[in-house]
């Protein structure tokens, strides 16, 4: 089974509004990692935000919250008053384990997003 | 301080040939990890080197990639003889080894292979 599934190939949104990028995930661990990365056209993967699975609040950095909905296994990227240079693709990533295993990552197939002026 | 850089940026090669992409992490990070996005396709795990030793390869498609990172420095990953399928871009990432916290990625700006 997928253990990161973004559901939204692709994604429109107008620019100064708020969007909304969907992810689930699949782990049977109580410590885990959620992380949503940005990758722009240039190719380079821009670490946003992290929440751990301990963490009773959503996680916020600057416009970028993340909807940590821990029942439900989904941790949604929400990024308010959209600018041009948002446009870009984004991952979802978990890190799961303990351990020896702490450090591995899982990524999502990743959502393309496009502000429209 | 300097990020994850790899080289070379984009390489294209002929089904059959070798090639081998190098990456630099971020010095003082034990952790360095190979993976590829295939297009369209979910960033996958290909393995996870701390210091010198690999800790997990278990993402590794078969014995025609491998890896290495000599002193526990640079890493690299070889692919001989490529295939048609291995076409992608192979990113690798580093980080502190830490074991709680975010222990955050860093990646590099990838390595694009294609194979003709």
């Known amino acids: 089974a997928q253990k990161i599934t973004q559901t939204q190939p692709g994604m429109f949104v107008q620019e100064k509004e708020a969007v909304t990028l969907d992810c689930t995930y699949d782990?049977?661990?109580?410590?885990?990692?959620l992380f949503w990365y940005k990758q722009p056209s240039s190719g380079e993967m821009i670490f946003l935000i992290y929440?751990?699975?301990?963490?009773?609040q959503n996680a916020t950095e600057g416009r970028y919250s993340l909807n940590f909905q821990k029942a439900r296994k989904s941790a949604n990227l929400v990024i308010s008053a959209s600018q041009l240079g948002d446009s870009a693709m984004y991952f979802c990533a978990m890190r799961e384990g303990v351990g020896e295993d702490f450090n591995k990552f899982y990524f999502g197939s990743g959502t393309k997003l496009n502000v429209k002026p | 301080e300097a990020g994850v850089t790899q080289f070379p940026s984009h390489s294209v090669i002929e089904k059959g040939q070798t090639v081998t992409l190098r990456c630099d992490p971020i010095s003082g990070h034990d952790n360095l990890y190979w993976y590829r996005r295939v297009m369209g396709k979910e960033i996958k795990f290909l393995l996870h080197f701390v210091k010198e030793s690999k800790q997990d390869e278990s993402g590794m498609p078969n014995n025609r990639f491998l890896a290495e990172r000599t002193g526990g420095t640079y890493s690299t990953l070889k692919v001989q003889p490529a295939e048609l399928e291995d076409s992608g871009v192979y990113f690798c990432?580093?980080?502190?080894?830490?074991?709680?916290?975010?222990?955050?990625?860093?990646f590099g700006a990838g390595s694009r292979l294609t194979v003709l």
């Open positions: 990432a580093s980080s502190f080894n830490r074991v709680a916290g975010a222990n955050v990625l860093t």
């Open positions: 929440q751990g699975s301990y963490d009773e």
């Open positions: 782990t049977s661990d109580q410590s885990y990692g």
